[in-house]
């Protein structure tokens, strides 16, 4: 796993072992971005199940002025806190350790863009897509992964889906606040 594009572009990203950790692939992360590709600069990232750190390292690399990265594992948060050392993105990241539930609650910051890619088919997406919306400011825009037998629904809150997009047996849906749908 690498760093696609940015100032930390070509970078080797530490990755977790094991069958329960399903990192998002590189083509996959590559179309997220280009679908997003100019609400990053200067906007405020979070990676609600981060994982390795990879999609809010992305991120800061392409010009996002600061990432949160959300997981409840010690090992990823473990190894989100290495790849931000390696890349040298530390200052602008805040890395928690709890889950999306815990998090959320005490929140009370705003975000431009949210990504969820929690584990499939545990209903933990639909759950963090009806939650998490509270705290995404109206211009932004919430990403969701999941596999193409996962249903979502068109709307979470005032946020509606905006566009679906498949790659293989993923697909990335978007939602927007619906007074800002395009």
Do not use: W
């Amino acid at each position: 796993m690498r760093v696609i594009t940015g100032i930390a572009r070509g970078r080797r990203l530490e990755t977790l072992e094991g069958e329960d950790v399903r990192p998002t692939t590189d083509r996959v992360k590559e179309a997220i971005f280009s679908i997003i590709q100019f609400e990053t600069e200067g906007r405020r990232f979070l990676d609600l199940f981060a994982g390795s750190g990879q999609m809010g390292i992305e991120a800061i690399s392409r010009g996002a002025k600061e990432a949160c990265f959300v997981d409840s594992s010690k090992k990823s948060v473990a190894t989100i806190k290495r790849n931000l050392q390696s890349t040298k993105f530390e200052m602008q990241s805040k890395v928690f350790h709890a889950d999306f539930h815990s998090f959320l609650a005490m929140n009370s910051d705003e975000f431009d863009i949210v990504f969820l890619d929690p584990p499939y088919k545990t209903g933990l997406l639909q759950e963090a897509l009806g939650l998490v919306t509270d705290c995404v400011r109206d211009t932004g825009v919430i990403i969701a992964e999941n596999p193409l037998d996962e249903e979502l629904a068109e709307s979470y809150g005032d946020f509606v889906l905006d566009r679906q997009y498949r790659y293989g047996k993923i697909r990335v849906s978007t939602y927007r606040h619906k007074d800002f749908i395009r």
